[in-house]
């Protein structure tokens, strides 16, 4: 003889079943959320749940497409290297990834030294300023390459000497 489902899902069973049925098969029964977070729905609702709603689920990142967990989705877009980022200096929007070395070595605002440092020029100006500087103190920048010459020939003749 069948009996229909005590927690009234549909079901229609032999009342040998029932708890069978009640352990594995029932979407009316009330379980814990098996990613951890506590919530306790019926079968059927937790399946949804685990899927579009748990903040512990497991979600796809837009930008680099790595796994991250639903609630660590904030924390991991301020370290995402493909999450697009202003420069500080200039504004420009740049991949985080290469934030480092667009100012390193691109960014018009960060401030340089001079080429002719060795040769103690000591002007540190903004990237974009740079080729103004060589070309207005190229004169400059020969004396003190020359003078950096007359020491060295000096102290090799007292070497010498």
């Not at 689920?57 to 301020?78: E, N, T």
């Not at 991949?95 to 001079?114: A, D, F, G, N, W």
Request: with cysteine; charged share 35%.
């Amino acid at each position: 003889m069948k009996v229909s489902c005590d927690l009234e899902c549909g079901a229609a069973m032999c009342r040998e079943d029932m708890e069978q049925h009640l352990k594995r098969d029932c979407g009316m029964v009330r379980s814990q959320c098996n990613l951890g977070c506590r919530v306790r729905l019926t079968r059927n609702d937790l399946k949804i749940h685990e899927k579009v709603s748990c903040v512990r689920r497991i979600v796809q990142c837009d930008h680099c497409f790595a796994d991250v967990r639903y609630w660590d989705i904030p924390k991991h877009l301020k370290e995402c290297p493909k999450v697009r980022v202003a420069c500080e200096l200039c504004s420009v929007e740049i991949y985080r990834e290469y934030m480092t070395e667009h100012i390193e070595k691109y960014c018009p605002e960060e401030m340089v030294e001079c080429p002719f440092v060795k040769y103690k020029c000591m002007t540190r100006i903004k990237r974009e300023d740079m080729d103004k500087h060589l070309e207005e103190k190229e004169t400059k920048h020969l004396g003190l390459k020359l003078t950096t010459m007359e020491d060295l020939i000096t102290k090799q003749s007292e070497k010498i000497d």
